[in-house]
Each structure stands twice: as structure tokens, then as C-alpha cells.
């Protein structure tokens, strides 16, 4: 016997839904997280944005767990009186050169089983957002927005209450597999090495790092790290905007848009900077010259000195900036041969989003 019966490392939203689910199925279940709280990066460095699912290449991993995830987020977050918001998004193009763009994503998400999307003249826009100047736009009705901490809170509760358990301030320092298992050194304030049957490595930008520890772990199922850093300005003054506004999306990301959070307060981001690591989470105020041009080509009206460096958050991707963007991965025994272990990898915006879907898989893979 094992002394853990089941390890999520990594207790971001994506962990947290992993971890309720194997417990809700009868696992006993352990995470572990480094850092001194929950949620403290990516899960707490985001738009809090629940995505559609229109954008991503129709068959994709990406497309299916955000599609699948949105319905079963949107019925969580009601059946639990959770605060979100489905707020609606406007995607607008600003010339006509934009619309092709505009046209695609329409296309996708009709691929993906997506099909609430509605076109919108630059005249019917601006009717719904009169700060909003565009050629042509699309509507998003079932983009919304949730309080991303109020969620993780519930999740570790559910956990919790079926015999989870969740250790703070206790980074891997070291594992190696076993006969039947792994040998996992836990690091912190009371070091100790357990035996552990199942582990569920979502350890976000840690994870593929976690992998190189991983004593025979195959190489070539360990993918590089990259960090691209998102930067956020919120605005002061009064609030412009009654949904969501994005411009098209850009080559790794989604452009610098317009969100609206539970508690009224407008910020916009992310943009992309490439970083080398993810400890950079200063925001440079210098960067708001280029958040003012990027704006105003929705949203002319935007007042001088109306935005303020607010919070920045590391993306955990897989690519470069010369590279395309790459596909989620949930990497189980059937793709790197060791048996027990699923990695979770590169999970990215639309993570929140897709997070309880995530979570059905990994169950899926473990009862294979």
C-alpha cells in the first residue's frame, strides 16, 4: 500500500477541479503546492473570463475542453450561487481588412458546435456600446466573466469534504518511479519522502521542470518552457462598457481587450511579452503608450492619464514567439508509457474556462 493514494502537485483552478473530481470518484487524494495559498499565479493572474470556444482549430484538444467546459462552468458556477457573469463579448473588427479575421473565428465556431455567434453592422454596435467605433463585430452572448478565487475556494471545499487534503508551502524536490509507484521527496518547513500510487503533475509553469526531475522519465515527452508575460491596466474613471471588447486576435494571444470584472472595475490586457522567466510580474507603466494606441482603435474616447499599471501573470507556453501555438496537452501512460502519471502541460487561456472538462478527462485516462 501506498502511503498517498493519489498526488495532484499544483493547487491552480485546473489542479483544484482535477483533485474534486478523483475524490468525487473515490480517490484518496493529496495536493501539494509550493507556493502559500492556492491559485497564486496563472489561476489568479487572468482575465477571469469564460470563453466560448470559438477561436481555437475545430477538433482540437483546446476546442473540445473549452466548448465541454464552459457548459459544465456555467452549470457549477448556478447550481452553486457562485459569482459570474454572462456578460457577453463583442469581437470587432476595425477595418475591413479585419473582417476575414472576424469571418474565421466565425467559421470555427461553428466547427466546434459553437453556433450563438451573431454578426453585427458597425451601426448595431455602437448601438450596444456607444463608446465602441467599428467597422463590422461579432456577439459573443455566451462569453462571461467569474471570480476565479471564489471558485478555487469551492472546488478545494468539495474536495475537502469527501477526505481530500491540501498541503501549502511543500514544493517536489525530487521523485522516482517505483514497482508500484513513485518515491516523491516533499520539500518545506517538514521534508519527508512517501510513497505515492498516482500522480497528476499540474504544476503549470513548474510542470515541465517536474518532468526533468523524473528519474527515466522519457525525454522526448518533455516539452521546452516558455513565458510569455501578460500585462494588465485597469482604468479609472467611469465605466465605458456594458460587455466584453476584444479586437481581433493577435499571433499569442488574444489581443489587448476590454474586461469587466464582478466587481464593476474595467481593465484591460494582456498584452504579450516574451520574458525569460516567470518571476517577472512587475508591470512597466512605460508600456501604457502602447495600451492607449491598441485601445483607441476600438475605443477613441479613451481619456489621457485614465490608465494605471495593475498586475501582470506568465503564461505557461509551449512555443516561442517564432512557433505556432501549440495544442493543450494531457499527457497520460498512453503517450509516455509510465503507468499512473498524467501531465498536464501548457495549459493556457482557455484553462478556467475548460478547467472541470480537464478534470473529466484525467479521470477518464486513470480508469483506462
Request: contains cysteine; proline residues 7%.
Amino acid at each position: 500500500m501506498s502511503d498517498i493514494d493519489c498526488l495532484v502537485i499544483g493547487a491552480g483552478v485546473v489542479g483544484l477541479a482535477v483533485a474534486r473530481e478523483l475524490a468525487l470518484a473515490g480517490r484518496e487524494v493529496v495536493i501539494t503546492e509550493a507556493a502559500e495559498g492556492i491559485g497564486t499565479q496563472t489561476s489568479a493572474r487572468n482575465s477571469e473570463v469564460i470563453h466560448a470556444g470559438i477561436y481555437y482549430p475545430p477538433g482540437s484538444l483546446k476546442a473540445r475542453v473549452c466548448v465541454a467546459g464552459r457548459e459544465l462552468l456555467y452549470r457549477y458556477l448556478q447550481e452553486r450561487s457562485l459569482p459570474h457573469k454572462a456578460c457577453g463579448k463583442l469581437i470587432v473588427a476595425t477595418s475591413e481588412a479585419q473582417k476575414p479575421a472576424l469571418e474565421t473565428i466565425m467559421a470555427r465556431a461553428k466547427a466546434s458546435g459553437v453556433d450563438t455567434l451573431r454578426w453585427l453592422s458597425g451601426a448595431e454596435a455602437k448601438a450596444m456600446e456607444p463608446e465602441v467605433r467599428c467597422e463590422i463585430a461579432l456577439l459573443s452572448p455566451e462569453t462571461g466573466v467569474v471570480d476565479s478565487h471564489a471558485l478555487m475556494l469551492s472546488l478545494l471545499g468539495e474536495c475537502e469534504a469527501v477526505g481530500g487534503s491540501l498541503a501549502l508551502n511543500t514544493p517536489i524536490t525530487g521523485w522516482r518511479r517505483e514497482v508500484d509507484g513513485f518515491s516523491v521527496d516533499f520539500g518545506g518547513d517538514d521534508p519527508a519522502t512517501y510513497s505515492v500510487r498516482t500522480v497528476i503533475n499540474s504544476a503549470g509553469h513548474g510542470a515541465p521542470k517536474l518532468l526533468g526531475l523524473l528519474d527515466g522519465f522519457p525525454p522526448e515527452h518533455v516539452p521546452a518552457q516558455h513565458y510569455a508575460k501578460g500585462n494588465y491596466f485597469a482604468l479609472t474613471g467611469k465605466q465605458p462598457f456594458s460587455h466584453l471588447v476584444y479586437p481581433v486576435p493577435e499571433a499569442a494571444g488574444l489581443g489587448i481587450h476590454a474586461t469587466i470584472d464582478m466587481g464593476g472595475r474595467v481593465k484591460f490586457g494582456p498584452d504579450v511579452e516574451w520574458v525569460e522567466s516567470d518571476q517577472d510580474l512587475v508591470v512597466d507603466p512605460a508600456r501604457a503608450k502602447k495600451f492607449y494606441a491598441a485601445i483607441r482603435t476600438y475605443w477613441p474616447g479613451l481619456p489621457d492619464a485614465a490608465l494605471v499599471a495593475d498586475y501582470a501573470g506568465i503564461r505557461p507556453k509551449l512555443h516561442g514567439p517564432t512557433e505556432p501555438m501549440p495544442d493543450f496537452r494531457i499527457d497520460g501512460p498512453e503517450v509516455h508509457g509510465v503507468a499512473e502519471l498524467v501531465n498536464l502541460l501548457g495549459i493556457e487561456s482557455p484553462g478556467l474556462t475548460s478547467s472541470l472538462a480537464i478534470a473529466e478527462i484525467v479521470r477518464e485516462k486513470l480508469a483506462a
